[in-house]
Every structure is written in C-alpha cells, then in structure tokens.
C-alpha cells in the first residue's frame, strides 16, 4: 500500500517507478482522487465549526431576548444537521475510492532491481553444482508413475486435475525434505517454527497483497475466507495491528503448511506432474525488520534458502527477478531455480522478496525506534524455504537411475528409515 502523501511529495518518482514496471501514470489520477476526499473533510469541518459556532449564537441570542435571530439560528442548525449524513457518505465514497485505487497499484522496484518486460531480463548472479546430464532422464512424474507411487488418475478421481497421491515411500519422501528444512532453518538459521492457521479473513489476505488484486488465484470458502497460497500470509499477519519493539527485532519465523491455489492464470502450463498443483507443500520464511535491517535480511534468506539445495546436492541458480516478472507486492526478488535432468531445465523453487512497507502499511505493523519520534512501519520479507512438492521432483530427477530406482540423498536417509533406495 502507498503512501498518499510520499506521492504528493514527489509524484514525479512515483510515476517513474510505475514506468519501470511498464504501467501508465497513476500520480495525477491518485492525487485527483486524493483532493476530492480532502475537500470533503475540509467541507466537513467548516460545516462542523458553523454548527457549533451557530449553536453558542443562539443563547446568546435568547440571553439578549432576540427570538427572531435565534430561530433564524435554529434553522440554520437544522439545516446543517440534516444535510451533514450526505456530505459524511460522500466522504466516505472518497476514501473508498482512493483507497482502492491505492490498493490495486503495486509496490515500485528498488533501483537496483533491473528493468525489464518479463523474465527473460531476469539477471542470473550466481550457480551452483553442475548440471547433471543423464542419457534418457526420465521426467519426475514419470519415475514416480514407473515405481507404482505416484497417482494422478486416482487424484483427479478424488479431487480433478492438479492434484497427486502420493504412495510409501514417496509420501514419507516429501514428510523427510519438509521435516528436514523445518529443522535446518530452526536449528542453524535462527527462525521460529510456527503452526498457522489455514484459513484466513478478507483483511488477513489484504494485507500481504493477495487481494484484492489475485482474489482469481484464491481458493474461497462458502463462509467468506480464504485458503491460504501460502504460510506467507499467516506469518506475516502475525504482527498485523501491533507496534513492536525495535529490540525485537529482526522477527524470524517458518512455518510448513498445505498451500491452497487456485492457478487461474496458469492454464495450459505444467499440466503434467508436480510443479503446478492446487495443493502443494512449502516451507516458508518470513522475516519481520527495520527499514536498516531490511536489505541485509533479504540476502540472508536468500543463502537460508540456497542452503537446503546446497545440503541435498541439487544444482541451482540465483536470479534477480526483471521488474516485470517482479510479484505484486515486492521491491526485489530473488528466485532460486533448480535444475531437473528430466526437463533439461533450471525450474522455480524459491522466491525469496522484500516487501519494504508496503504490507506494513497494509497491516498497520509498525515497530518503536530506539531514537526518533513517534512508531515507523516495519519492513517485511518473505521465501520459499523450499517449495516441499518440487524439492521431492528435484530429488527424483537427479537422483534417477537406470534401473528405475531413485538414490536417496544422505542426509534424508535418518528421516527414511535409514533406507538408501526407493524402488518399485
């Protein structure tokens, strides 16, 4: 959400990064918008002032026996009085009006973030691993339909398309990455594992910026709530409407939960396998700081996130994401790619963003300074830390082999029954 009166203020560089995210103007439109409402409020207060002004003249007017002039006066009361619900309703048009034309705009890029159409001026920064270059890889859904224990038919039976069952020990497979990145951003990484809610309010999505402009991408519940996309959204919140100590912070929190989507502007892509589900689990971290800390944390989720491909030897890449691949909310992204034999392809596995203040402001989350007056918004970041379902692909994939049967990486072997192999 923007800052009204940081548009008024410099309505040039707000305009230049809507640019930069290939949008038209909005500065003229905003602060149109903006004066209307503080017509009205100023409208509003003469009004008021003439009342009680006009209300003091009228016992005077009776203390000086004048009952001409203090029913004169009584009527203009009146009149006020009665025309006043019109003007409040009008004001409150106003502020609806610009606050939805607040809510629709996005966050502007930060200046580093390059500028672009989509992905492909995406800037790649680092590898890591060489790729693996396997004769005959075998895409992931189809070593896992191969071993007997992954079903698609049986889920669109169940459910529709874009959803899996996941048999033995693939399930225990995808229950060992989520068990084992829980506890490496606990353990090492310093962030608190949370068990969040699933299903939130209207306001709860509003403020980390799915709605309303995703609302078509949201599983709705008949109730008036909302699936979550993402753990985002329930940790962030967790310090909506409060003002924090600046002691307490950076905030770092993980959560590993169910992820509801409903992929509206997806179709067509990914309609085979894992990679693009209505239901898929992620860990996720979210980190809550001061506008200092901000910039430092986001490369520090970043190395978090890396550290779990790094730690099941999978190849990957970083990339700054262009202004137009950026999400909705963010001031940068980084996405960390992974690389799948079977497609012969680096695929998304994590974005990793921050947000500035601009879900703060969403949420009213701001926090004390130590100096200064008066409380500031806090800077909120987020990241896939990773995405559970496509860490499970990227272990099938690369660690294929010829016979069919899939290498367990070491390190999830003492979530696996200290087995070494999944076969059929």
Known sequence: MHDIKSIRDNPQAFDEGLAKRGLPEQAKELLALDDTRRG????????????????????????????TRADELKAEVAR??????????????????????????????????????DETANVEIRRHG???????????FEIGEALGLMDFETAAKISGARFVVLRGALARLERAL????????????????????????????FGTAQLPKLAEDQFHSTDGRWLIPTAEVSLTNLVRESVLEEEALPIRVTAWTPCFRFEAGAAGRDTRGMIRQHQFAKVELVSITSPEQSGDEHERMTKCAEEVLKRLELPYRTLTLSTGDMGFAARKTYDIEVWLPGQNAYREISSCSLCGDFQARRMDARFRPREGKGPRFVHTLNGSGVAVGRALVAVLENYQNHDGSVTIPDLLRPYMNNETTIKG
């Open 40 to 67: 009205l409020i100023a409208r509003l207060q003469a009004l008021q002032e003439r009342r009680n002004a006009a209300s003091k003249e009228i016992g005077q007017a009776m203390g000086k026996g004048d009952k």
């Open 80 to 117: 006020i009085k009665d025309g006043m619900p019109e003007e409040e309703e009008a004001l409150k048009a106003a502020e609806a009006a610009l606050h939805g034309a607040l809510a629709a705009t996005p966050n502007l890029p930060a200046d580093d973030v390059p500028v672009g159409p």
């Open 130 to 140: 060489e790729p693996k270059r396997l004769n005959s890889a075998r895409q992931h």
């Open 178 to 205: 989520g068990n084992f990145m829980v506890d490496l951003h606990t353990r090492e990484h310093g962030y608190t594992e949370i068990a969040p809610p699933l299903i939130v309010r209207d306001k709860t999505m």
